[in-house]
């Protein structure tokens, strides 16, 4: 599980991304304040990402840039501060992506997931449901020790499923993460690929239709 810090003092905050964070599969540590941090890191560094404010209490978040990147953690900065020099200062001094609150709790999981696959260390060796095995490295379904055959698109709908399982995801949504851009297609075309993914892997108590909204797996976190 990829361990992900949260350090943001805002504690109302701070749960709502510990939330999310766990909902979507990784192990959120929060953290307060800036100087806590500091000391925590000399102590222990081994963590994927981190999820960064800028004004915090005892150390601001320009300065624990340079820290985090010493020990390889690489960082997306979630603050208030919006203005131009604050975000070309962030992104030159070296982090991966700077969003501006408030922000859509989606968007932020879907980069948290592109900064992981940069530095190497999302993908699982194997994702197990029940009798399914997954493996996203060779892109191969097994139900039952039997492969079964899947579309490209299939199966980037069901890693998409599983990556955000346990949470709503509208037919649009799923678009426009299989797609990357804004999709101006139709978007019933979810439907199809999820009526297959149930068919093929016996689903149909997993993938779960949310009426007039989309899908949500329920699976193990």
Known sequence: MKKILVVEDEAAINDLLCMNL?????????????????????????????????????????????????????????????????????????????????????????????????????????????????????????KDGREVSMQPMEFDCLLILWKYRNRVMTREEILNILWGVDFAGESRTVDVHVGNIRRKLDFADVILTVPRVGYRMEAPV
């Open 22 to 142: 766990e909902i979507a599969g990784y192990e959120p540590i929060a953290f307060f304040d800036g100087a806590e941090l500091s000391g925590h890191l000399k102590r222990e560094s081994g963590y994927d990402l981190a999820l960064l404010d800028i004004m915090l209490p005892g150390k601001d978040g320009f300065a624990l840039l340079e820290e985090l990147k010493g020990y390889g953690i690489p960082v997306i900065y979630l603050t208030a501060k919006g203005d131009l020099p604050s975000k070309v200062k962030g992104l030159q001094n070296g982090a991966e992506d700077y969003i501006v609150k408030p922000f859509e709790m989606l968007e932020l999981l879907v980069r948290v997931d592109k900064v992981l696959q940069r530095f190497g260390s999302l993908e699982e060796e194997q994702i197990q449901i029940r009798d399914v095995c997954i493996c996203p490295k060779k892109r191969t379904v097994h």
